[in-house]
């Protein structure tokens, strides 16, 4: 082999032909990164948000099924097909597609699903259709993009898409050409979807799906009714929902991790908070349903960015009985939790995870990381008063940034990272409160001061420390569990473990120890 490369070498032109394809696969390396960091940037901007909710067109039932177009219509509302199907920074035409959609490889726009037989999807046969909204396949053979959310339409019934394609068909037609994507080449390539699906897309991925449910709603258990519109039209994993990357996570592939399903994640400069059990356990139902139809989020404060047009276009045209379904299914939802961000401080973490969503890009008018003005009104009324507004919210910002479950200590050390950024660039000193780090001997203690009365005794069923057998269930169920049942008082356990003047800081250190203690599989000191 090494004789047949000298050979190769030894010519001239041979040489002169490698070095003429290296710069050509250098200068294509080149152009694709520099057009990829190109849309990476102008994502990361934070744009004016624009306040226009488009009315539902008219429809016409003139010799049509008008109960099956009006199921149709809301099915339609349940997956939101106007947000996308719109150009409302325009205020273009209802559903003739058009609007910009920024990723890391280029802009897609979206297509025009008016019944217009030239522009829109008027020529198309419902079969046509269900195939689009199933495999993510058009009439002409092509593969949709997965901005097209036909990962989550897969799972919806075959009769429920019948009836959206019969809504479609009774709307007003607009004739507007379709506008050409500007993707980074090879990206604009359709074929290349090809190992994507590979990956990520099972046609026959249909675990909530029409084998499950039957038309006939009012019969439907809740927590099936809310699986099928979350993890169906509702397509809120898209948001809400890590995404596989390569390099970073700025470089999303657009497909969801499913065993962190809804356990949050950051979309146009906006965090989609986490929305399963492990965060809204404790959260009552008509709270969840307020963030729906009041635009209240939970712990105070304002919806805005995407999921103010969310709820707009879509959730509070649901029933209550949906809505209440979505709230039931959400609390249940049970997933793996993703790894924190490594290296630096435990605030770090909890800011890259839940703050930055909101104070990297400035959305919703938090002060950026870094940007010493933009925080200084804040500081001028003490550092004790910023506390005061990350644990209970202020404005459009959330009790503790949608972190239901993080300690006051978590929240603090978050604020530390934040104005450790910008310290040296405020007109007055910030003096920040040091954020005590309890050891597995604090743990220890605080048990012996105050778990120890029903734990070492069993008292009411307590299992005590180092019981293996006993404590196995609550290990299996993972830290979080047992943390929001001692501060909710879940189980019969009493809130707070009785201990009204214990920090969260300090519950935690004393159920580390506690599940530490009475495990060899597990590592509970990384909490």
């Not at 047009?309 to 029933?319: C, G, I, P, Q």
Request: glycine share 10%; proline share 6%.
């Amino acid at each position: 082999m090494k004789r047949i490369i000298r050979t190769f070498l030894s010519k001239k032109s041979n040489v002169a032909a490698l070095l003429i394809l290296a710069a050509i696969f250098g200068g294509l390396a080149t152009y694709v990164f520099r057009g990829i960091s190109q849309n990476v940037m102008e994502m990361t901007e934070h744009h004016e948000e624009v306040l226009y909710f488009p009315d539902y067109p008219p429809v016409n039932t003139e010799g049509k099924d008008p109960m099956l177009i009006k199921r149709g219509e809301y099915l339609a509302k349940a997956g939101d097909c106007i947000a996308c199907h719109t150009n409302t920074p325009q205020k273009g035409q209802v559903f003739a597609g058009g609007l910009p959609m920024q990723t890391p490889f280029g802009t897609i726009y979206s297509p025009n699903i008016t019944p217009d037989k030239e522009t829109g999807i008027g020529n198309w046969s419902e079969s046509d259709f269900i195939k689009a909204m199933r495999q993510g396949i058009s009439p002409n053979g092509h593969y949709y993009y997965p901005a097209f959310p036909y990962l989550y339409f897969a799972r919806v019934s075959t009769d429920d898409l019948r009836a959206i394609k019969a809504y479609f068909d009774s709307i007003p037609a607009v004739h507007q050409e379709n506008r050409k994507n500007e993707m980074v080449w090879p990206f604009s390539e359709r074929f290349l979807q090809l190992p994507w699906r590979l990956l990520f897309f099972d046609p026959n991925d249909t675990e909530v799906s029409q084998a499950v449910f039957s038309d006939n709603t009012h019969t439907m258990d809740q927590l099936k009714r809310g699986a099928y519109l979350v993890e169906g039209l509702g397509h809120c994993a898209m948001c809400h929902s890590p995404s596989y990357h390569i390099f970073s996570e700025k470089l999303s592939l657009g497909a969801p991790i499913r065993q962190y399903d809804l356990t949050g994640a950051k979309i146009q400069g906006y965090l989609a908070p986490d929305i399963s059990k492990e965060n809204l356990a404790n959260v009552p139902i008509d709270e969840i349903t307020d963030v729906f139809t009041k635009d209240k989020l939970i712990g105070g404060g304002k919806i805005e960015g995407p999921m103010l047009e969310v709820n707009h276009d879509s959730l509070r045209y649901l029933a209550p009985s949906d809505l209440v379904a979505i709230a039931t299914y959400l609390k249940s939802v049970q997933s793996a939790r993703p790894p924190k961000p490594t290296g630096g401080s435990a605030g770090k973490a909890v800011y890259e995870t839940y703050c930055s969503g909101c104070h990297a890009s400035g959305a919703g008018g938090a002060p950026k990381y870094g940007d010493a003005i933009g925080w200084d009104p804040f500081l001028k009324k003490g550092i004790d008063q910023v506390y005061v507004n990350a644990l209970k919210g202020i404005g459009s910002m959330p009790a503790k940034g949608t972190c239901l479950s993080c300690s006051d200590d978590d929240i603090k050390q978050a604020v530390n990272y934040m104005l450790d950024s910008v310290k040296a660039g405020v007109g007055h000193a910030i003096k920040l409160t040091p954020i005590k780090k309890l050891t597995a001997a604090d743990g220890k203690r605080l048990y012996e001061q105050n778990c120890s009365v029903c734990h070492n005794t069993g008292f009411q069923h307590a299992p005590k420390p180092g019981d293996i057998q006993a404590w196995q269930p609550i290990v299996n169920a993972g830290f979080m569990n047992a943390y929001l049942a001692v501060v909710s008082g879940q189980g019969g356990h009493p809130p707070r473990g009785a201990c009204a003047k214990c920090t969260d800081g300090e519950l935690i250190a004393a159920i580390k120890y506690m599940l530490q203690e009475s495990t060899t599989q597990k590592d509970f000191s990384l909490w």
